[in-house]
């Protein structure tokens, strides 16, 4: 077996020194490094190559990369570098890193093209002025030839540990059993078709009840095509922590019936959950897990490999035995484990990690997405941003006058756009020349200031910075498939990109990965979701078999209640009363289901002034995780009671409430997001690109919650119970064809 491994990885590992050290500097953005590129190999002359592909072997290693140019008539060899502000302040880690790829690409460059001898530069472009600094040397074939073997000597243990952890790897996962006897009814069909996706190297959609055991439904059959489709890495993600867990509990199932299994599993968990000195910048003045970092790096990575599921607990034991920063040890770890649990945005954002990765190193990578009704949601908030005017003034308060005077141009702009928006919510044709171009220029001193006098920047003139660039970076890529508008706030404003179709930035995600599955138990209609993700047209779309009988649920409409807003203070005492006569029939554990927490609060306090024998509680704004718990753990096997929560919020979805912890549930309406401008505005753009505007943001979205709401009452197929749909649009012939196919819907008499 060969290990192939890129020139940038390569040096990375071996020549990486010193300091972790990520305090705000100028750098330029991945586009500006690209337009600095083309202007340097651009001023070279006839004959310059540029963007060089060379690779070269050592024993099992096959090192390969692009070399930025070469010129022959020179003999020169150049890597280009481009940076903001003063040569000067850059890290000597970073310079004897740049100078470590220049020598593995003047080694590889000479034996490829037989050359005794070849001149190197390091070219350092500048962005702001344009102005090149190139340092050079000249080297021997021979000095060259013994530095790549010195790098490549040093990595090469490593590679072939690595080799004989993948061949032991697929051996395994070749042989693996289902962690079970047998499988669950519906979980074996969701296996086999995830296996074929896989198989076939497409992505799927499939929606499968709550309860068969999705998480070990699809990532047992990810694992069992690996060996036979070179699967190189499983990425399993996940909107919330629950998800998560399951994900982690399921490899340690394959585990413990597998005890040998060589599979690496590592949760990647956020920074700030992660970080052990909040009060502290990430950089080795400040912070002492950040000090010497890269010194100590590779005797932790070795240490976090003995350990086979790395989660947030075992990350934290390993980085702190070696005196490491744990977030920044398991975002290493990434490049060197077979699974990876984590959040949608480690793959999805726009600087996502994991699949930055893939793309450096040429993973072939298969994407499994848990609760992927989320993924709309998500993926628009991961492409909009905003810019508060409130932030505006309080950066302009803490700037220095040269980028006070870059604000107040800003600021003015502004009011010109204010003037022209008089209304309080408005959508303006697009971002506007005028008020980017401010923004860039303010951006731009704000680099140079900091390039000029290296130090913490205020945080409130930090934050607008980086607002700013978000906000620009989006407006570059600005098209149908997003909005802008404007939102007054009393005196104050809100300019927002706001996101409408994820898809073209999507598109390439699923494109790029080996195959991607996306999982729930709410993903009908199939083509809303391969419209607004951006889904490959070859895309397989299953649906699963429920488990379930539609005797295991009672599913009662009562349709002559009406919970729309003109209707609320009408429907209070009718749902109460409906309420109390189930929990006097059936006394046990309750969750009802209400649109806002203002209705949740009107029918919770009439409740229980008519009811007060029945215990209640409520779910609050803002609870903490323990708050949470709190609430979830009323829920006993023996206990009474009625929780009062709001749908689509942490009680709606994944929560596992199994027999009598919960046996019914009363959901008093129909989900649809509220109507206000901004939804009235994807409406009208929903109804212009896919012809089905209500049914894309109000109706679709509003029944998904329903549906994962009432799915917290069935969770095995020994549970009984029963669930009642609040209003009289459950009786419409296009709502009743969006629930489920196993339920058995019966109308409540007048």
Known sequence: ??????????????????????????????????????????????????????????????????ADGYDPAQNLLEEIKTYRGQLASMPDNHRHLHWAQLHVYGHLLCAARGLERVNLALVYYEIGSGLETALRETRSAQELQTMFEDACGRFV???????????????????????????RPGQRQLAETVFKANA???????????????????????????????????????????????????????????????????????????????????????????????????????????????????????????????????SEMARWTDVA????????????????????????????????HNMVSRARSMYSCELDRVSLRAARAAAPPTVKKALSKIARVWGEIDAAAPLPYQVLAAPGEKLLNALTNATGTIND????????????????????????????????????????????????????????????????????????????????????LGLPGNTGWVDVESPFTAGQLAVRVA???????????????????????????????????????????????????????????????????????????????EGRGIGFAVLGGSFGEGIDLPGARLIGAFVATLGLPQLNPVNEQLRTRMQAMFGAGYDYTYLYPGLQKVVQAAGRVIRTEQDQGVVYLIDDRFDQSAVRALLPRWWQVERLSA
């Open 157 to 183: 243990a490593w590679a072939e540990q690595e080799l004989r952890h993948r061949e032991a790897r697929d051996a395994a996962l070749s042989n693996l059993r289902f962690p079970h006897a047998d499988f």
């Open 1 to 66: 077996m060969r290990y192939t491994v890129a020139v940038r990885a390569l040096c990375e590992f071996t020549a990486k020194l010193g300091d972790l050290d990520l305090r705000f500097t100028p750098s330029p953005t991945a586009q500006e490094g690209i337009a600095g590129h083309a202007i340097v190999t651009a001023r070279r002359g006839d004959g310059y190559q540029a963007e060089v592909s060379l690779s070269g072997d050592f024993g099992p290693l096959h090192v390969r990369g692009r």
């Open 341 to 372: 649990i984590g959040d949608y945005n480690y793959y999805f954002d726009a600087s996502a990690m994991l699949y930055a990765l893939a793309q450096a190193n040429g993973w072939r990578a298969s994407v499994l997405v848990d609760e992927a």
């Open 200 to 330: 076939g190297a497409r992505c799927l959609l499939a929606q499968a009840p709550t309860g068969i055991g999705k998480t070990i439904g699809s990532l047992f059959p990810v694992l069992k095509a690996a060996p036979a489709q070179r699967i190189d890495k499983i990425f399993f993600l996940a909107a919330k922590t629950p998800g998560r867990q399951l994900a982690l509990d399921a490899t340690r199932a394959l585990r413990s019936h597998a005890p040998e299994l060589p599979l690496r599993v590592l949760e990647l968990a956020a920074r700030d959950k992660a970080c052990e000195h909040p009060d502290k910048a990430c950089h080795g003045e400040s912070c002492p897990l950040a000090q010497g970092f890269y010194d100590r790096l590779p005797a932790a990575r070795a240490a976090a490999l003995g350990v086979p599921v790395l989660d947030r607990a075992a990350l934290r034991e390993v980085g702190l035995a070696h005196a490491v920063c744990p977030y920044y040890l398991g």
């Open 559 to 637: 349709g002559r209640i009406s919970t729309r807003y003109q209707h609320r203070t009408a429907s209070l005492a009718p749902i109460a009363a409906l309420m109390a006569e189930q929990y006097i029939q059936a006394p046990g554990n309750y969750l009802a289901f209400f649109s806002s927490f203002d209705y949740l609060e009107q029918v919770a306090t009439l409740f229980e002034q008519q009811h007060p024998e029945v215990p209640i509680w409520r779910q609050e704004r803002r609870m903490s995780e323990l708050e949470r718990a709190d609430f979830l753990a009323r829920f006993q096997p």
């Open 449 to 532: 200031l900091v390039a000029e006098q290296p130090g913490p920047l205020d945080p409130a003139l930090l934050r607008f910075h980086f607002d700013a660039l978000q906000f620009t970076r989006l407006a570059d890529s600005f098209g149908a498939h997003s909005l802008c508008d404007l939102t007054r706030q009393g005196k104050d404003s809100l300019l927002c990109i706001r996101n409408v179709v994820p898809a073209p930035f999507l598109k390439p995600r699923f494109e790029d990965a080996h195959s991607v599955t996306l999982f729930s138990a709410t993903l009908s209609p199939w083509h809303y979701f391969a419209d607004l």
